[in-house]
C-alpha cells in the first residue's frame, strides 16, 4: 500500500538570532541552512496494516507524513501510495487518502459539524446512500450525536477531535496519516481515540501510518513501530522486538511480607525502588531465571512479577543511544 | 481535479458559505459600515459643488456618482487574500490541499454567497439613490442588462488579483502588504475616490488603460449612462480581457506556488 | 521611572519583531508614503477645479490634512494594533497574563504592539506643514505653534480615549472585534475641516464624536484663526474626556475580572 525507497527531504531556511541587533543585520544579509528533516529512509507498508511512527521532536516524521499526504515533493527517492505517486495530487489519490493533524482543524469554526460533514460530502461526493451509512456508523462508534449541531468553538477539545476525525473518514479512506492525533487530550479521550481507529481499520481494512507522543497509544495500537531519528530509520519491526533490543533486561516487582535489607535485594540485580512493603529489581535478561530462583529462595515473598521497562524509558535510552552512537 | 467535480460541489459550497455569513453576521454589518471612502469624498465635493457644478458634476451628480461607487464596491467584495495568508501561516492550508477539489472553488463560493448579506446593507443605498438621483441614472435598459456581466467580472477580477497575491504568500512570509499597495493604486486609478474624468487629462489616459477602472468605474459609468451603447459593448469586452488575463495569471501562480511549498513546506 | 522603563522594553520588543520580517518592514514603509499620496490626491484634484471650499484654501486644507496624517499615524501605528491585541487576549482569554503584571493595564495594553514604520507618517505630516506655509508664505508665530502643541496633546488623548472606549466595549460583547476597525474609518472623515459638513453631520461631528478636535482645531491654531475660548474649552473637553474613558475602562477590567474569576 505504501512504498518508500531512500526518501531524502532537505529544506532551506532562514537562521534567525534573538535581539535587536541581530534583526537589524539580517534585513541585510539572511544566513541560511539547510535542514535535513529525512535523510534516508526505506520502508514498505502493506495494505491494513497500523503501523506506529515513533521518533523525538524534529526527527522527521512529521515531514514523511507530509511527503506521503503528497503536500511535500521528495528531494531523492521515490515514494508510492495506494499505487499513485502523491505528488501528483491525482484525484484518484486524495480520494483515498486522508491526513488527521492534532494541532490543525478542518472543522468551520463557527458553524456546526454537520456543516462540514455536507461540506465533505459536496468536495468528495459521496453518494448519499454511503453517506448517510456512514455518518450513522461513525455517530455510533464515536457517540457523535449530542455534537453535531453545535458550532464547532463549544466543543471541547476531546469533542472537537473526535468531530475532527469523523469529517476524515467521510470518504472512506484507504490510507489514514495521524499526526499526533491524541495530543492534548485526557486519558480515557485517548483511549476513545485509540479503540475508534483500531475499529475503523478492522472494519474497512485501511492501512493505518501513525505519530505519536504518547507511547501509550503506538503500544496500544499498533503491532509494527517504526523508530526514526535524525531522519534516518533506525527500527522497524514489533514493538517487544524493540524494547527487548534497547532494553535487554526485565523489571522484577517484588512484594514482601516483612520488610527486607536493601543488600539482599543488590544481590539480585540493580535496585530501581526499594519500600517497606515493595521493590523494583532490574536484571539482565540472561541473569533473570537465575535471580527469580534466588528471590523464591531467600526471600519473604508475598508475590512476584516480571515486567518489561516503561515504554517511556526504552524510548528515552533509545534516543539516548542514537544521540551517542 | 475536474471541473464538473466542482460545479457538482458547488451548491453545497454556496450553502455552506451563507451558512458562515450568517454566523458572522456582526461582522459583516461592521466591515460593510466602515466602506464610507465615497461618503468622505462626497462631503468635500458636495462642499466644492455647493457654488455650482464641477467639471460636469452638480451636487446631485456627485452624490449620484458616489453612491454608484459605494453600491458597487459593496457587492464585489472578496477577501480571500486574508484567508489565504491566515491559513498558509497557520498552516491549515495543508489540509485544504489535500481535498480533491481546488480551493478556490470554495472561496469564490464562499464570497457569492455573502452577497445576500450584503444585500441587506446595499438596499438602503439603493433606495437613497433612486430617491435623490434618479435624474442622474441611466434611462437606457441596455445599459441596465450590461450591469449584470459587468458586476460579475468586476468582482472577478477583484477575486483574481487577490488569490494571485494570497497565492504569493506561499513564498514571501507577508503578501497582504502587497495587496494593500494594489488596494492604494486601485483606490485611485478605479474612480473610487475621484471619479476618473476629473482628472488632468494625462493621469485620465493612463486610469482608463489600467484594469482598475474595470473594477469600478466601468459599472458605475453604465449606471450614469455615460457614453454609447457601442461603446459600452467594447468596454465589457475590454473588462472580460482583463477577467482572462487574471485568471491565467491565478493559474501560473498557483502552480508556482505549490511547487514552492512542495519544496520547502509550509 | 519605572512606567517609561516598561514603555521603552515594550518599543524595543515591537521594533525587533517587526524587523523580523525584512520584506514586510520595507513595504510598509513604502505603503505609508503610498497612503499618504492617496490621501493627498483628491485634495489637489478638488482644488485644480476651485480656489477654496467651505471657506478653507488649498494651503489651509493642507494644514489640517497634515494633522490627520499625523493622527492617523498615531492611531495606526501604535493604539489599534495594540488594541487588537488586547481583543485578542479577550477572545482567547489570556489576558489574565497581562492584568497579573505589576505595572498598569492600560498602559502595558495601550502600547504592547508598535508598527515602527508609522514615523513616515509623522514626517510626511512635517513634509506637508512645511509646504503648506510655503504656500501661505509665513511662519506659524511661536505662541500658535506652543497652543497647536498643546491641542495636538488634547487631540491624541481624545484620539486614545475613543480606542480605549471601543475596546472597553469589546470586554462586555465579545464579538465585537472589528469595531475598532470601524472607528478607524469613521475617522477618516477627520481628513476634511468641519466647515465641510453642514446640519446635523456638523454637530455630530464636532461634539459627539470630537473629530473637528482633533484635525480642524489645531489647524486652525497654527493658521492663527483659533479665538482663546474654542481653545480653552477644546483642552478641557479632551481632559475631561479622558478622564471619563479612564473610569469606564477601569470599571470594565473590574468587571472581567470578576466575571472570569
Not at chain 1, 181 to 196: C, E, K, N, W
Request: proline share 5%; charged share 15%.
Amino acid at each position: 500500500m505504501i512504498e518508500v525507497s531512500h526518501l531524502k527531504k532537505w529544506y532551506r531556511v532562514h537562521r534567525r538570532q534573538p535581539g535587536l541587533a541581530a534583526a537589524l543585520r539580517s534585513l541585510v544579509r539572511r544566513p541560511y541552512e539547510d535542514v535535513k528533516a529525512v535523510e534516508d529512509v526505506s520502508f514498505s507498508i502493506a495494505a491494513g496494516e497500523r503501523v506506529g511512527f515513533l521518533g523525538p521532536n524534529g526527527a522527521g516524521k512529521t515531514t514523511t507524513l507530509k511527503v506521503l499526504a503528497g503536500l511535500l515533493f521528495p528531494t531523492e527517492g521515490q515514494v508510492g501510495v495506494a499505487g499513485f505517486r502523491p505528488q501528483d495530487r491525482a484525484h484518484g489519490f486524495l480520494q483515498q487518502i486522508t491526513l488527521v493533524m492534532g494541532q490543525k482543524q478542518q472543522l468551520l469554526w463557527d458553524l456546526p459539524p454537520s456543516e462540514t460533514f455536507l461540506l465533505n460530502r459536496a468536495i468528495y461526493d459521496i453518494p448519499r446512500a454511503q453517506y448517510d451509512a456512514t455518518v450513522a456508523e461513525l455517530t455510533e462508534l464515536l457517540d457523535l450525536g449530542p455534537l453535531l449541531g453545535k458550532p464547532a468553538r463549544q466543543l471541547s477539545l476531546g469533542e472537537r477531535m473526535k468531530c475532527e476525525l469523523a469529517v476524515a473518514l467521510l470518504h472512506r479512506p484507504k490510507v489514514l496519516f495521524l499526526d499526533e492525533p491524541t495530543i492534548g487530550l485526557d486519558v480515557s479521550m485517548q483511549a476513545t481515540v485509540r479503540g475508534f481507529v483500531r475499529a475503523y481499520n478492522e472494519r474497512f481494512g485501511a492501512t493505518v501510518l501513525l505519530t505519536s507522543h504518547y507511547m501509550e497509544d503506538v503500544a496500544a495500537l499498533c503491532p509494527r513501530v517504526m523508530v526514526i531519528d535524525k531522519g534516518r530509520l533506525i527500527y522497524d519491526g514489533a514493538l517487544p522486538e524493540l524494547i527487548r533490543r534497547v532494553r535487554p533486561d526485565k523489571r522484577v516487582i517484588l512484594r514482601f511480607s516483612k520488610t527486607v535489607e536493601r543488600r539482599d535485594l543488590e544481590a539480585l540485580g540493580t535496585v530501581v525502588e526499594h519500600g517497606d512493603a515493595e521493590a523494583i529489581v532490574q536484571v539482565s535478561q540472561d541473569g533473570l531465571q537465575a535471580a527469580v530462583a534466588r528471590a523464591l529462595a531467600s526471600l519473604p515473598l508475598r508475590d512476584l512479577t516480571v515486567e518489561d521497562p516503561p515504554l517511556e524509558e526504552v524510548m528515552r535510552d533509545l534516543f539516548a543511544q542514537g544521540r551517542a552512537a | 481535479m475536474s471541473v464538473r467535480a466542482a460545479l457538482r460541489a458547488y451548491p453545497q459550497f454556496l450553502k455552506t458559505g451563507f451558512a458562515s455569513a450568517v454566523a458572522y453576521r456582526a461582522e459583516f454589518l461592521i466591515w460593510m459600515f466602515s466602506t464610507n471612502m465615497p461618503l468622505v469624498m462626497l462631503a468635500i465635493w458636495a462642499a466644492a459643488a455647493r457654488s455650482g457644478p464641477v467639471g460636469g458634476y452638480s451636487q446631485r451628480g456627485f452624490a449620484a456618482y458616489y453612491l454608484c461607487a459605494l453600491l458597487v464596491r459593496l457587492m464585489t467584495g472578496a477577501w480571500i487574500v486574508w484567508e489565504l495568508t491566515m491559513e498558509i501561516r497557520q498552516g491549515v492550508f495543508s489540509l485544504r490541499l489535500l481535498r480533491p477539489i481546488h480551493p478556490l472553488w470554495q472561496w469564490s463560493a464562499e464570497n457569492l454567497a455573502a452577497i445576500p448579506m450584503r444585500g441587506i446593507v446595499a438596499f438602503p443605498v439603493v433606495i437613497i439613490l433612486l430617491w435623490l438621483a434618479r435624474g442622474e441614472l441611466s434611462h437606457d435598459w441596455f445599459f441596465w442588462l450590461l450591469l449584470a456581466p459587468a458586476l460579475l467580472g468586476a468582482w472577478l477580477l477583484y477575486f483574481l488579483v487577490q488569490a494571485i497575491i494570497g497565492t504569493l504568500a506561499l513564498r514571501f512570509e507577508s503578501a497582504s502588504s502587497l495587496f494593500e499597495a494594489w488596494l492604494g493604486f486601485s483606490n485611485i486609478l478605479s474612480g473610487y475616490l475621484v471619479p476618473l474624468d476629473l482628472f488632468p487629462s494625462a493621469v485620465r489616459v493612463l486610469a482608463v488603460a489600467l484594469p482598475f477602472r474595470f473594477q469600478l468605474s466601468y459599472p458605475v459609468e453604465l449606471m450614469l449612462g455615460r457614453g454609447t451603447r457601442v461603446e459600452m459593448l467594447e468596454l465589457l469586452a475590454a473588462q472580460w480581457a482583463y477577467v482572462a488575463f487574471f485568471f491565467v495569471v491565478t493559474r501560473v501562480a498557483w502552480r508556482s506556488g505549490m511547487r514552492h511549498y512542495a519544496a520547502y513546506g509550509g | 521611572m519605572k512606567a517609561l522603563r516598561v514603555v521603552s522594553a515594550m518599543m524595543r520588543a515591537s521594533v525587533a519583531l517587526a524587523l523580523q520580517y525584512r520584506l514586510e518592514f520595507v513595504v510598509e514603509g513604502a505603503l505609508a508614503v503610498l497612503w499618504m499620496a492617496v490621501a493627498l490626491i483628491p485634495l489637489m484634484v478638488v482644488f485644480g477645479n476651485r480656489g477654496a471650499v467651505a471657506g478653507w484654501t488649498y494651503p489651509e486644507m493642507l494644514v489640517v490634512l497634515g494633522w490627520f496624517v499625523a493622527l492617523k499615524g498615531v492611531l495606526e501605528g501604535t493604539l489599534s494594533p495594540s488594541l487588537m491585541q488586547v481583543v485578542e487576549h479577550v477572545r482567547k482569554g489570556t489576558l489574565d497574563f497581562v492584568l497579573l503584571k505589576p505595572a498598569d493595564a492600560q498602559l502595558l495594553v495601550s502600547l504592547s504592539k508598535i508598527e515602527p514604520w508609522r514615523v513616515v507618517d509623522l514626517a510626511g505630516a512635517a513634509a506637508i506643514f512645511v509646504y503648506a506655509f510655503q504656500h501661505i508664505g509665513h511662519a506659524p508665530s511661536i505662541a500658535q505653534l506652543s497652543l497647536a502643541a498643546g491641542l495636538l496633546v488634547a487631540a491624541v488623548l481624545v484620539l486614545y480615549s475613543i480606542a480605549i472606549l471601543v475596546v472597553s466595549i469589546a470586554f462586555v460583547a465579545v464579538r465585537v472585534d472589528n469595531l475598532l476597525y470601524l472607528f478607524q474609518s469613521v475617522f477618516d472623515v477627520a481628513r476634511w475641516p468641519n466647515s465641510v459638513f453642514r446640519g446635523l453631520l456638523a454637530v455630530v461631528f464636532t461634539y459627539v464624536l470630537p473629530l473637528a478636535l482633533m484635525t480642524t482645531y489645531p489647524a486652525l491654531a497654527l493658521l492663527g484663526k483659533l479665538n482663546a475660548r474654542t481653545a480653552v474649552a477644546a483642552l478641557l473637553g479632551s481632559f475631561l474626556f479622558a478622564s471619563v474613558a479612564r473610569l469606564i475602562w477601569l470599571s470594565s477590567i473590574r468587571r472581567y475580572t470578576s466575571a472570569s474569576s
